[in-house]
């Protein structure tokens, strides 16, 4: 169930005070993914992984928000010598890290805004190119707004 929104939710970065919020929504992204095997590792994990991240200059964090509480994220890392684009002039790749909007406001347009700011982010940074890897029941989502399949990733246990 969709919670209609009262107001235009608000869209700004993740500062080092943020921290709380960022581990809590990643929290409930990592529940929502369900692999149970890994999930206990990844939250504990988590804490360091984010303080991490709000401290580099090459990992940006967007916050969604309405009123003052955060329904939302995106994660853009500038990636750097990976094989998949060690052949770009430049070796760097925008990634689409992590991307979560709390079930109750999906479907009104905040994953699509979160997107557009990382998107907006890469571009500054001089990138022109993103990748992304996603839950299939997010496939739609990415193609309706511009993504195309690359490649087939595979994935043995």
Known sequence: MHTMLKEAPTYRTAVVADHPVVVRLFDELVVELGAPQEAEQIRRRLPDDI??????????????????????LCRGDVLRHDPIFRLRPDCRCGYVDQMFVQPAYRHQGVGAQLLALCEDWFRAQGIAHCLLHTAPKAVRFYARTGYQPNREMFKKL
């Open 51 to 72: 303080t991490a991240a709000l401290a580099a200059p090459e990992v940006e964090i967007f916050l969604a928000e309405v009123g003052t509480g955060a329904i939302g």
